[in-house]
C-alpha cells in the first residue's frame, strides 16, 4: 500500500530552526510537495522536489533523496506565524497526491 | 499565480437538504480538478477526480449518489452533497491541476449539516 509518515506534533522556539522529516512509500514518485495548512483555511504551496538535493527558499528549505523515500522540510528563524500544520504529500504514477496526516508545529515565544 | 476559487466558504443547512459548491479556476484552464475533504487532525481524503466533459471517477467508499460532481468546463467543477447528513459536516477543498504537476487548491468551503 501506499504510505506517507510525518511527526504529528513538533514544538520549537521563535527565532530558531526546526526540521519536519516525512518518509514515503508510494507506487511510482512523480514530485514530492510541502504545504503550509493554518486552521480552518485551504493548504498553501511551500515547495516541489523532483530530484534528490535540497531545495531553498527564503526561510523555508526542502530536501529530498529518493533512493531513501525520505524528504524534510526545514524551517529557519522561526517566526509565530509559522504555527502551522505542514503537509507532505507525494505524487504517484497517475499524477495524484497522496497526502501525509500533517505535523502540527507549535511555536513557542 | 494561478487562483482557485470556492463558492460559498461556508454553509450551513439542514439534515436533508442538498447543498451545491463551486469550484472555480480563475486564470487558467485546469485541465483535472480534484475534490478533497478534510476530517479534523486527518489529512486530505481525496474523494473524487473528474475531468472536463467526462464522468468523474471516485475514489473507494465515496458515495457517486450522494456526492455529484459536475465538471462543465474547464474552470468550472461543482460538488453537490444530496440529502446531507450531520456526518457530512466536514470541510471540502477543490483543487485544479493544469498540466502534469502544478496543481492549485481553493479555499476550500466548511459544511455544517444541523
Known amino acids: 500500500g501506499q504510505n506517507i509518515d510525518q511527526p504529528t506534533e513538533m514544538t520549537a522556539t521563535e527565532g530558531a530552526i526546526v526540521q519536519i522529516n516525512c518518509t514515503y512509500q508510494t507506487s511510482g514518485f512523480n514530485g514530492l510537495f510541502w504545504y503550509q495548512q493554518h486552521a480552518g483555511e485551504a493548504p498553501t504551496f511551500l515547495s516541489y522536489n523532483v530530484l534528490d538535493g535540497l531545495e531553498e527558499k527564503g526561510r523555508f528549505s526542502s530536501f529530498l533523496s529518493r533512493s531513501k523515500g525520505y524528504s524534510y522540510l526545514l524551517l529557519k528563524e522561526l517566526q509565530m506565524k509559522d504555527s502551522a500544520s505542514y503537509l507532505c504529500?507525494?505524487?504517484?504514477?497517475?499524477?495524484?497526491?497522496?497526502w501525509g496526516a500533517g505535523t502540527k508545529l507549535i511555536i513557542k515565544p | 499565480g494561478a487562483v482557485v476559487s470556492q463558492h460559498p466558504s461556508r454553509v450551513i443547512c439542514k439534515s436533508g437538504t442538498s447543498v451545491k459548491i463551486e469550484c472555480r479556476s480563475l486564470d487558467f484552464q485546469a485541465t483535472t480538478m480534484f475534490w478533497y475533504r478534510q476530517f479534523p487532525k486527518k489529512s486530505l481524503m481525496l474523494m473524487a477526480t473528474?475531468?472536463?466533459?467526462?464522468?468523474?471517477?471516485?475514489e473507494q467508499g465515496v458515495e457517486k449518489d450522494k456526492f455529484l460532481i459536475n465538471h462543465a468546463s474547464l474552470t468550472l467543477s461543482t460538488l453537490t452533497v444530496t440529502s446531507a447528513h450531520p456526518e457530512d459536516s466536514s470541510f471540502y477543498i477543490c483543487?485544479?491541476?493544469?498540466?502534469?504537476?502544478?496543481?492549485?487548491f481553493g479555499p476550500g468551503t466548511r459544511l455544517t449539516v444541523t
Open positions: 504529500a507525494v505524487m504517484d504514477s497517475n499524477y495524484q497526491l497522496i
Open positions: 473528474s475531468n472536463e466533459g467526462s464522468k468523474a471517477t471516485y
Open positions: 483543487s485544479a491541476r493544469t498540466g502534469e504537476t502544478e496543481q492549485y
